[in-house]
């Protein structure tokens, strides 16, 4: 590019800005926002849980489960399965894991279908001797949740992780993730 054209494309970077911002001034358009970095609070739960408890035990983090169509339709399902947060081989069992920083009566019905989709899914078919537990580990405990889920036969554990007070300060008392994260 010459001098001439680097300077032609200055101009009309400036003079489509300038256009935006008067458009977007008189609401015909909006500004795009500012994207922020995802902050996946149930997924560190999960890890650091696995951490403090189950190290030293074969796990699996984020794991696909439910049968896989043979066939070319296979390599597709694959993509619209399941996903248990994590699953520990204990001992005696299999521990399927959902993590929830908050947990609703809606995690019943999730976790009682990995239970039912586990013994389905080929990398797990070899531990068909194991009995399959259920465990929801929440870092905050609504007492009528946790009785729901306990009167199901499911496991309730508390669990506090590193990001608790972010999470508590962002979703619980409404203060701007900017803040709490530190990014402004």
Not at 28 to 45: C, T
Not at 53 to 70: D, Q
Not at 78 to 91: E, G, M, N, S, Y
């Amino acid at each position: 590019m010459t001098n001439g054209n680097v300077a032609q494309s200055d101009v009309i970077k400036a003079l489509s800005q300038e256009v935006l911002a008067q458009l977007a001034a008189a609401g015909v358009v909006s500004v795009p926002r500012k994207r922020r970095m995802r902050m996946d609070w149930e997924r560190i739960l999960a890890l650091e849980y696995i951490d403090a408890f189950y190290r030293e035990k074969p796990h699996w983090m984020r794991e696909g489960i439910g049968p896989i169509p043979p066939g070319e339709e296979g390599k597709y399902y694959t993509k619209t399965r399941r996903w248990a947060d994590a699953i520990v081989r204990d001992d005696d069992a299999l521990i399927i894991i959902e993590a929830k920083m908050e947990a609703e009566p809606s995690v019943i019905g999730q976790i009682l279908n990995y239970g039912r989709l586990l013994p389905q899914t080929p990398m797990f078919r070899k531990y068909t001797d194991l009995q399959i537990k259920l465990r929801v580990v929440t870092a905050l405990t609504k007492p009528d949740v946790k009785e729901m889920v306990e009167n199901a036969g499911i496991e309730f554990v508390e669990f506090k992780p590193s990001n608790f007070n972010k999470w508590y300060a962002i979703k619980k008392l409404g203060k701007s993730y900017d803040e709490v994260m530190g990014t402004k």
